[in-house]
């Protein structure tokens, strides 16, 4: 019966541990997403721990999980960061989308039926119903715009019918999540509507040349307002 009792509390303790880490996570996650912490920021973990009243495990987990998916950097001295605009990552996941996403768009737009059409339709309808920026909610663009801007784009490449390639299109995406917002800050007046509207047109249009083009083009875009070059800066693709 000891033993038996002695489980149960290891296993209660262990599941409050988790739960407290996943708060902090989402705590973080949300604070650096909406640029509560700038590019190069150190994260320290007593600090947090001590805004967060938890202990200094419970958001060392917390920052772990944050580094395996791209927003925050772990130091040579076992400190943590906020990813800097400059972080050559930002370009390598930007080549690896240029370069296999427009593929999975011209086999989602030769294989998409219907009812592909009919998803792609629905997405980018509630895209351009989605306010963008709510006021008094930061610079960022909104959660509820994120999820439906992520909802657009893997409509469009769903006709492919391939999980293995959505599997990649999920991950590089969420990889990629913070250097959009960080584009999207730094270059307000891209008209990113338009942009979405030619992907929607051209891919239902079975027009795969343009939309891959399109889709290129869009991509570019957002890694480039990191470097500080345009989008008719012939060294883009740098």
Not at 103 to 129: K, P, Y
Not at 153 to 173: I, K
């Amino acid at each position: 019966m000891m033993a038996r009792m002695t489980q149960t509390t290891h296993t209660s303790a262990s599941s409050g541990k988790r739960m407290l880490s996943e708060q902090v996570y989402a705590h973080l996650r949300d604070a650096i997403m909406r640029g509560d912490h700038a590019p190069g920021d150190a994260l320290k973990p007593q600090d947090l721990a001590k805004e967060q009243g938890v202990s200094l495990a419970v958001v060392r987990e917390a920052l772990v999980r944050l580094v395996g998916e791209g927003l925050a950097d772990r130091l040579h001295n076992r400190g943590f960061a906020v990813p800097a605009y400059s972080d050559r990552r930002w370009q390598e996941i930007a080549e690896a989308r240029r370069t296999i996403e427009p593929v999975v768009l011209r086999m989602s737009i030769e294989r998409g039926d219907v009812d592909w059409e009919s998803r792609v339709r629905a997405a980018h309808h509630r895209l351009t119903r989605t306010q963008a920026y709510v006021p008094g909610k930061g610079e960022h663009y909104s959660a509820a715009w994120a999820e439906a801007h992520r909802v657009f784009h893997r409509a469009l490449l769903e006709g492919c019918g391939n999980p293995v390639l959505l599997d990649t299109f999920d991950r590089m995406w969420t990889a990629s999540e913070l250097a959009r917002r960080w584009s999207a800050q730094r270059n307000p007046g891209r008209d990113g509507v338009r942009e979405h509207r030619r992907l929607e047109e051209a891919a239902l249009a079975r027009d795969a040349d343009t939309a891959a083009e399109v889709l290129v083009q869009h991509l570019t875009q957002t890694a480039a307002v990191l470097t500080g070059r345009t989008h008719d800066d012939p060294a883009k693709e740098a």
